[in-house]
Structure formats: C-alpha cells, structure tokens
C-alpha cells in the first residue's frame, strides 16, 4: 500500500465568533486548505467531516451533507464521524484509511464545532454526554469531575502537585500567544491560575479548555497525487485508533489512560519511530492533568513524573520535546469536532518551517494525540517530512 | 433533556438504581455494576447470574463540584467518587453525610438510597444511589 501525504491545511480563527454559523466555518477552512493545496474542488473525491454535536448545540443532524453543500462539492460522499472530543482525530484517522486502501486518491479531512450559541449551561450538559449518561452523569457528574477524579488520584499515587498542573496552562497559554488563530493568545501567570475559580477540585478555571467556534482542514492524497504537485508534502508515518470502557469507572486504572497508551504504541511502531524521534507534539489537554497523563501515557515522561517534567520546562517550545505548540487545547480553544484536525494542521505547519513565532527549530517528526471523553477513545497520528 | 425525562427510561434502571440488582459472571466470578448481558472476559463462555451489590466499598478518588450541570445547581458544592465495591465492581455516585474536607481516598463507604436531582420543569424527582462513610467498619 502506497503513503499518504497532507497536501493542504487550513483553519478558522478559533474564538466565540458571533458572527459565523457552522457552514461559514468549515466552507472558510475548506477554502483556505484547498488553495494551500493547489488544487481544485473536482480533484477532491470524498470528505470525512469531524463534530460530536451539531445537534445539541445548533439544532443541526446530517452534518454530513452539510459540509458537501456548504463547500460545494456535492454530490461526493461526505461522512460525519463522531467520538465526542476526538471527532476531528478520528475523521483525519477515516480519511487516512480511505486514501491508504486505495480507495480515492484525494479527500478532505475536517472538524467544526459551533459551541456558542447555546448557554454554557448547556453546553456543559452536551459535554457530559462524552461520559456515560446513565451511570456517571445521572448521579451528578460534569465532564471536569471526572478529569478532576483522575487528578486527584494521579495526586495522590505520584505527588503530582496543583503547581505542576498549573504549569500546564502557564506553558501552552505562552505558546498560544504567538498564535494568531488562538482563542486566548496572551499569557498566564502560575499566581492567575492558581487563585483561579474552583470548577471540580482540584481543578479550577484555568485548569480547563474553554467553549469555541471553529473549523479546521486537511487535505490529505495518494502519493501518486501528492509527488504531481509543486510543493512539498507531508507524510502521515502512523496512524491508531483505539476504546476503552465509556465510564471512567470501569477502566484498569485511574492515572492512565489505557486507549492513549495503546494507541501511541501502535501508532509509534508503524512509524518505526520511539518517543525521542518526536520534535514536537499536540496532544489532548482538555485539561491540565490530561497533559501530563498524555506525556506519561506516550512516553515522554516516566510513569509519575510528566507533573515534573513539565514544571522543569522539558516541552517547553524549543526544549527537549515541543508540547502544544499551536497553545493546545487550553489557549487555542477547543471546539471538540475541530480540534483534532486542528492538532494536524499545527503540526503540518511546523514540519513545513511555516509555525512563524511558535516555529520548532528543524522540526522533522510530529505527534497529534486526540482522545474522546474521559479516555474512551484515543486517536494518534505521526507525520513525517522523509518518508521511505 | 429528553434522555432523563422519559419515563420508561426512569423505570427501566429502578432495579438498578434503587435495589443495586446486577450480574455476575459464574464462569470466572466477576461481579459487575451495571448488569452485563455477557462477560468481556469470557465472552462465548459467559454463564451469566443475577446478583445483589453488597454496597459496600471503599473511595478510590474524589472531587468536589462547585459548577453543577442543570438539576444539580442547588446542591453545590457535593462531592462525587469513584467507589470500588468489595466484590469487585467500580461506580460513580456523590458521598453524602461527609464534608467535603473529611473525604479521603481509601475510606470505607456505603450505598443508601437518596434523592438524587430533580427536574425543573416537568417536576420529575430522581432517586437512586449515594454513599457514605462507614463510622465502624463491619466485615
Ligand atoms: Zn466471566
């Protein structure tokens, strides 16, 4: 089977974006991919289309055909693909198969997520249905409770402290300010973020990702395709998708997640890459805690230290492994269909030396890491600049 | 929401949520919570069984909510746990008759049968399962 490349990339300003509604999102990142990708609309042969709630937050369902019109390119086939959070990873991963089989020769790969016309009240009850709605949310639950329950443990097993979860948001919010597509570019302070309102303890305001509008777009080909145009493609090295158990509850461990661990593994091993070949990496940080269980999981930190390593500035931009570059979920905003495509354009723009203030220097080997829910699914991909 | 309001949906898990009744898997004798119609470990092999949680247990994490989903705005701050049942299965339910800063990982804990939120609208009152702490552990 032949390689599959990126040849295009685009995404939306991401923000509470008043003024456009879920077709103006993802026809704005479709445009701008397609023209990074030289090509035209009739080259295009299929689109998997990322968004875990259309439904709930816009009164929205047949998302599907929604993305075909809204970028004109009906009558191809168009799917949606939900996995709550991991909406967008999981199309990207659709889209990969779909090119890898030899099925199509060009598709496009994409996420949105309109959040902001709903209250937040609702929006937090749409976001709990990440969880298991009859024996986690019935009884009281919010989707921070349960990030917060692995906090707390991960607290107490490793001596993870609140500090080295702060530092967390410290680190992708000074990342997020050199990106112009962020939410919230500027910076933190430890102090902010500690003094903070309490969410679900021991997590607090700026502990958690925020509610976004956006859209995000890659353009992925055959190799045959990608090697006919003029500029340089990127390769997707590994690929993995991986469930565990709905509930939080049911799963071996409470300081791990199992899906993220297993998925990295295989996606590593098809890559025929280890974590110290990885120059950057976007993975998951719905919360804080969820990034240093990332860095444990993917194997970038030993089992109880990613708290550590990430307070002694080990993925700080630049530094021994670049974690978040694009401010993460946390900074560039979270708009969950989107953000796992999002994750693959940031880190398409950095191995083509495109990053500008948050450029990874000589970034040749990236990691995206997208998980649905409290870990029920988990999506890992690896790009490359060489491929064999 | 339309997946809380319905009554059947309510009625459905009552023997769950009020009477902790669930299965077990007789083939390997793993407990679970809620009932399972096969065993993931012995899949083909299951020989599946009624059986009654102990509801006892003991709390392997913990958090205390300050923002509450809608139906539970008046009960912040409450704490919710994970519990490790002495059989074996794990749930998530909230601790009642603790205070927030009592509550520690490793305490033990038992079911009682509370209300649980209500619906603001249509006036549905949802009862099932809390957990609270053990004073003299019984064995
Ligand atoms: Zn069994």
């Not at chain 1, 991919?33 to 035209?40: E, G, H, M, R, S």
């Not at chain 1, 509008?213 to 340089?232: H, M, T």
């Amino acid at each position: 089977m032949g390689n599959v490349a990126v040849i295009g990339a685009g995404m939306t300003k991401f923000g509470e974006l008043w003024d456009k509604g879920l077709e103006d999102l993802i026809a704005e990142a479709g445009a701008k991919a397609v023209n990074d990708a030289n090509i035209d609309g009739e080259d295009i042969q299929a689109i998997y289309g990322g968004n875990m709630s259309a439904g709930r937050f816009i009164g929205q369902e047949h998302i599907g055909a929604l993305i075909a019109d809204a970028i004109g390119l009906t009558p191809i086939p168009s799917t949606r693909v939900e996995a709550a959070c991991a909406s967008g990873g999981l199309a990207l991963r659709e889209a990969y198969l779909a090119v890898k089989s030899g099925t199509y020769d060009v598709v496009v790969a994409g996420g949105v997520e309109k959040m902001t016309d709903v209250y937040s009240e609702q929006v937090t009850q749409t976001l709990g249905g990440a969880g298991d709605q009859q024996w986690e949310v019935f009884n009281g639950v919010t989707f921070p409770s349960l990030y917060a329950m692995m906090a707390r443990r991960h607290m107490h097993d490793y001596g993870t402290t609140e500090e080295q979860m702060a530092a967390v948001a410290v680190k992708n919010h000074s990342n997020g300010s050199k990106n112009p597509y962020a939410q919230f570019p500027f910076k933190v302070t430890l102090e902010q973020v500690m003094s903070s309102s309490k969410v679900a303890e021991p997590l607090k305001l700026l502990d958690c990702s925020p509610i976004t509008d956006g859209a995000a777009v890659v353009i992925l080909a055959s190799e045959k395709f990608a090697r006919k145009l003029p500029q340089e493609p990127i390769w997707i090295i590994g690929s993995a998708h991986t469930t565990d158990t709905l509930a939080l509850h049911d799963r071996k461990s409470l300081t791990s997640i199992e899906a993220t661990r297993l998925a990295g593994r295989q996606a590593m091993k098809q890559a025929g890459v280890t974590p110290k070949d990885i120059d950057l990496a976007e993975v998951h940080d719905c919360f804080t805690i969820a990034e240093i269980m990332a860095m444990e999981d993917l194997g970038f930190s030993k089992r109880g230290e990613g708290g550590k390593d990430v307070e002694s500035g080990k993925f700080n931009l630049n530094s021994e492994l670049s974690v978040n570059t694009s401010g993460g979920l946390k900074s560039c905003g979270h708009p969950v269909g989107a953000t796992g495509i999002k994750q693959a354009v940031e880190v398409t723009w950095q191995l083509r030396g495109e990053a500008g203030k948050r450029q990874v220097d000589d970034a040749k080997v990236g990691l995206t890491h997208n998980v649905g829910g409290s870990g029920a699914t988990a999506v890992v991909h690896i790009f490359s600049k060489e491929v064999d | 929401m339309p997946h809380r309001k319905s009554l059947a949906s309510i009625w459905r898990r009552i023997p769950q949520r009020y009477r902790g009744e669930s299965t077990m898997c007789l083939n390997c004798g793993r407990h679970f919570f809620p009932p399972r119609h096969f065993c993931p470990y012995c899949r083909r092999k299951s020989k599946i069984a009624p059986y009654t949680i102990s509801g006892r247990g003991k709390v392997m994490s913990y958090t205390v909510v300050h923002v509450a989903q809608e139906g539970f705005e008046r009960q912040v701050p409450y704490v919710i746990a994970i519990v490790e049942l002495e059989e074996g299965p794990k749930l998530t339910a909230q601790l009642c008759a603790v205070e927030p800063e009592d509550v520690r990982i490793g305490m033990p804990v038992e079911m009682s049968f509370r209300r649980i939120s209500e619906d603001k609208d249509d006036g549905i009152i949802h009862y099932g399962y809390k957990f609270s702490p053990i004073l003299s552990p019984k064995k």
